[in-house]
């Protein structure tokens, strides 16, 4: 299963309600489960073997992408939170690569997370 989402790049007043409208219509290259795969490996390769992508969400918009957000999963416990998003280009199957910066948030953000854990464990024994 996965979610489609149209990005529409149109103004929105702050205080009125605003109609929204699309039709779309484009053949997606890349599947799901192509695009999770290539996520998953980008992730082990370049942020921790510790994160998992989430559920696929089809993104239409100039660029159509696969989105997930990505999880942190620890050992026996699964998925423990969410360290960002990451994209894959639903024509061509490729990652958008992620910044430095974006890398490393997502790497302090799981360290945070296992260091907690780990303590909490050696609290308890």
């Given at each position: 299963?996965?979610?489609?989402?149209?990005?529409?790049?149109?103004?929105?007043?702050?205080?009125?309600?605003?109609?929204?409208?699309?039709?779309?219509?484009?053949?997606?290259?890349?599947?799901?489960?192509?695009?999770?795969?290539?996520?998953?490996?980008?992730?082990?390769?370049?942020?921790?073997?510790?994160?998992?992508?989430?559920?696929p969400t089809l993104v239409l918009s100039k660029?159509?992408?696969?989105?997930?957000a990505v999880h942190f999963n620890y050992p026996?416990?699964?998925?423990?939170?969410?360290?960002?998003?990451?994209?894959?280009?639903a024509q061509t199957g490729q990652v958008i690569?992620?910044?430095?910066?974006?890398?490393?948030?997502?790497?302090?953000?799981?360290?945070?997370?296992?260091?907690?854990?780990?303590?909490?464990?050696?609290?308890?024994?």
């Amino acid at each position: 299963m996965f979610q489609v989402m149209l990005e529409i790049d149109q103004e929105w007043a702050a205080n009125d309600s605003h109609r929204v409208t699309g039709n779309f219509d484009c053949a997606i290259a890349v599947s799901p489960i192509v695009a999770t795969r290539r996520a998953n490996v980008y992730l082990a390769m370049n942020v921790t073997m510790m994160t998992m992508p989430g559920k696929p969400t089809l993104v239409l918009s100039k660029q159509p992408v696969w989105r997930f957000a990505v999880h942190f999963n620890y050992p026996r416990l699964g998925e423990i939170g969410t360290l960002g998003k990451i994209e894959v280009d639903a024509q061509t199957g490729q990652v958008i690569p992620l910044t430095e910066e974006q890398i490393s948030k997502m790497q302090e953000r799981a360290n945070i997370i296992a260091t907690r854990l780990s303590s909490q464990a050696v609290a308890v024994v």
